[in-house]
């Protein structure tokens, strides 16, 4: 359900089941609400929730509210249940939202992910205030506890007035970690005061508060006991995981061993470890109130870890065999090995899974090959393998051989690939779709992807997390509409990481705004890029932003950057590095031996920056022109400079030309509305300067050639 601009109150969900298969490139689920905007949701509550969801791209995943924005309020509800999920933004209330207030609202939804950004109360917040909220439901992730907290996935300080039960388990274990909360004991969560939208009359009992309507005058109907502890609804069986341990004595078996706190000595007769078979129990022995069971298992699917699920056992009065679920983590990391076609063609759909490539695999001839994949590491050992000979046709988006890499892929070489896409209005398309994990030592060679109306598009459409270093991009031609680059498309929210050692030769780009030879579109902060070189390309954009190296840098820093012998021709904003960048501090830029072309904003390295400086910067044997004749800003370094200084730049042996005005040897418009901005230590030489009033050869100017 979508929604803009409402109210939604007094309602009562209860006993939703929802369940989603296959990768989608949008997956947004709510109790009550997918997608909501301006939307305020009170006195409302959804229980017996069972809400299980496959992969998505762009996902949120919540017991109220999948994904929520702009003014979005959500106060005086709760939820209780389940949801299990593949993707990320996963919270016992809502998933992702972007400006929100959160208030006086309860959780006990219990969460199992195999994904990040998982709260109990939100995934992902972006912006907004969450106050005086309660998080009961246990949280379980394999990627581990930094992937998870008790209010806010993503956040991992307590905010504000939010609180968590002490008995909570992380990942199947009691912590004594406040994960973005303050802990509470049973008392404390049952004389929490949550506003006087809330009955209590049952906390004796410790049953969890009901809500009256909005009016606050009756009980909303269809309200069941919601116990504090299950063990008052269910048969208590005193038994609690001490510890686990797991080795592993070959590739493909673990040995595990279950330390039980079992102070009656009931008789445990095994364990359920989910996606594992057990082969045999190699030792089960209960002393002194604590059982040690040591299993030899096989994975059936192949992870970083697994989750105990199950304690089977059996009690004196019966013969009968139960099972105490549980959920606490296995730390023991698995592979399928590829070696052929067919075992490419085996990879099981829908799952991220670990996947070690052992040989080249040709697929020369063979039709059907499995692609969109989802993985969770595909890498190779001490050897860089080869996936070849590729011919893949698509009418969607979020497509490629490779749909999302998650935590790495590592060793890997793409080779003869050619990949096209007819779609019309879809986004993500690339060898690899989408990755959120680590990029290392990669090869793309002799690619063609040609997606002419899809935004995001090349080797990788678009990443949004992970290191990338030491990536080799030779022969690749890549069409689209909208952020294309040879490596990657589009980046966002990557903050923190490192892109480096990247080389990329003979790069063919088309398509109409944000065309750069290895980058696209690169909106991250407090991101590095080093050491990126260029070199043997065509670049070409037919509206804004193009750049040698990428169409839009914004909020990284940029050091060691080298465009060599490229063709670059756009309409506003060109440049031999990048067609604009904003808020990145920039030092080491070369441009040699390439022609740049454009209407607007044209520069030797940037067609425009914004804020922070720019430093240590040669443009040699370059022609740079303004081609209209309305063409403006043309500089031999850059075109416009917003509150942006430049020091220490040189312009050698070059052209500019403008058939517009404004046009100057080092830059032509600097603009210091804010703060200061300034030129020094630079100078043109040997340099021909030429437009529609002024004509001349520059053989030696120092500091500054401005020319307005």
């Not at 529609?692 to 307005?708: A, E, M, P």
Request: glycine letters at 12%; one cysteine or more.
């Amino acid at each position: 359900m979508e929604t803009g601009g409402c109210y939604i109150n007094n309602c009562s969900i209860k006993n939703i089941k929802i369940k989603t298969t296959g990768n989608q490139a949008t997956l947004i689920v709510g109790g009550i609400l997918g997608n909501s905007e301006n939307t305020t949701i009170s006195n409302s509550f959804v229980t017996g929730l069972d809400l299980e969801v496959s992969i998505g791209v762009k996902s949120g995943v919540g017991g109220l509210v999948g994904y929520g924005n702009g003014a979005l309020k959500i106060s005086n509800c709760y939820t209780e249940g389940k949801i299990k999920s593949q993707g990320k933004n996963v919270g016992g209330i809502a998933g992702y939202l972007n400006v929100v207030e959160i208030d006086n609202c309860y959780s006990k939804v219990n969460i199992s992910t195999t994904n990040d950004n998982v709260g109990g109360i939100v995934g992902n917040l972006n912006s907004g205030e969450v106050n005086n909220n309660i998080s009961i439901g246990n949280i379980y992730t394999t990627s581990g506890l930094n992937a998870l907290n008790r209010i806010v996935g993503n956040i991992t300080n307590t905010i504000n007035s939010n609180y968590a039960y002490e008995n909570q388990l992380l990942n199947g274990y009691n912590s004594d970690e406040t994960k973005g909360a303050t802990l509470l004991r049973k008392e404390g969560v049952l004389n929490l005061n949550l506003g006087e939208s809330y009955n209590y009359d049952k906390r004796e009992e410790e049953i969890l508060p009901k809500l009256y309507n909005e009016e606050g005058t009756i009980l909303l109907p269809n309200q069941e006991d919601i116990f504090l502890d299950d063990s008052k609804m269910l048969e208590s069986i005193d038994l609690e995981v001490e510890n686990i341990q797991a080795t592993k004595p070959n590739t493909t078996e673990a040995e595990v061993t279950v330390k039980i706190k079992n102070p009656t000595e009931i008789k445990i007769t095994g364990i359920l470890i989910e996606d594992m078979q057990i082969m045999e129990i190699i030792r089960n022995v209960t002393q002194n109130g604590v059982t040690s069971i040591t299993v030899r298992s096989m994975p059936t699917r192949y992870y970083d870890s697994y989750k105990l699920v199950g304690i089977q056992y059996k009690t004196d009065n019966s013969q009968e065999q139960k099972t105490k679920e549980v959920e606490n983590e296995v730390k023991v990391q698995f592979y399928k090995e590829i070696y052929t076609y067919e075992d490419w063609q085996s990879i099981e759909e829908g799952t991220y899974q670990n996947y070690r490539l052992m040989a080249d695999i040709d697929f020369n001839g063979k039709s059907n090959v499995k692609n969109n994949i989802t993985v969770n590491r595909l890498e190779a050992e001490n050897n860089v393998y080869t996936l070849k000979n590729i011919t893949l046709e698509f009418n969607e988006g979020n497509t490629g051989l490779i749909n999302n890499i998650k935590t790495s892929i590592k060793n890997i070489a793409f080779e003869n690939i050619m990949l096209t896409n007819t779609a019309q209005t879809e986004n993500y398309f690339g060898v690899i779709a989408t990755s959120s994990g680590e990029i290392v030592n990669i090869k793309f060679k002799d690619i063609t992807i040609k997606a002419p109306k899809l935004l995001y598009v090349g080797s990788i459409g678009g990443i949004n997390s992970g290191n990338i270093k030491n990536v080799d991009i030779n022969n690749v031609w890549v069409s689209g509409n909208s952020s294309i680059g040879s490596m990657i498309g589009y980046a966002e929210n990557t903050s923190n990481s490192v892109v480096e050692n990247i080389t990329a030769k003979v790069v063919n780009i088309s398509g109409n705004y944000y065309c750069g030879g290895v980058l696209g579109n690169y909106r991250n902060s407090n991101s590095t890029i080093n050491n990126v070189h260029i070199e043997e390309s065509d670049i070409s954009g037919a509206k804004d932003y193009t750049g040698g190296i990428a169409g839009y840098f914004s909020g990284c820093a940029l050091n060691t950057l080298e465009a060599k012998s490229v063709e670059i021709t756009g309409g506003r904003y060109v440049g031999g590095i990048a067609g604009a960048a904003s808020s990145c501090e920039t030092k080491y830029v070369m441009v040699n031996e390439s022609n740049i072309v454009g209407e607007t904003c044209i520069g030797g390295a940037f067609g425009s920056r914004g804020t922070n400086n720019l430093s240590y910067v040669s443009v040699n044997e370059t022609s740079i022109i303004g081609s209209s004749s309305n063409s403006s800003y043309v500089g031999g370094v850059v075109g416009q400079c917003v509150w942006s200084s430049t020091y220490y730049a040189g312009v050698t042996n070059s052209i500019i030309k403008n058939n517009g005005e404004y046009t100057g040897g080092i830059t032509n418009s600097l603009v210091n509305s804010i703060g200061t901005a300034s030129i020094g230590y630079g100078f043109v030489e040997n340099t021909e300067i030429s437009r529609k009033l002024l004509c001349g050869r520059i053989n030696r100017v120092w500091k500054l050639f401005y020319d307005s």
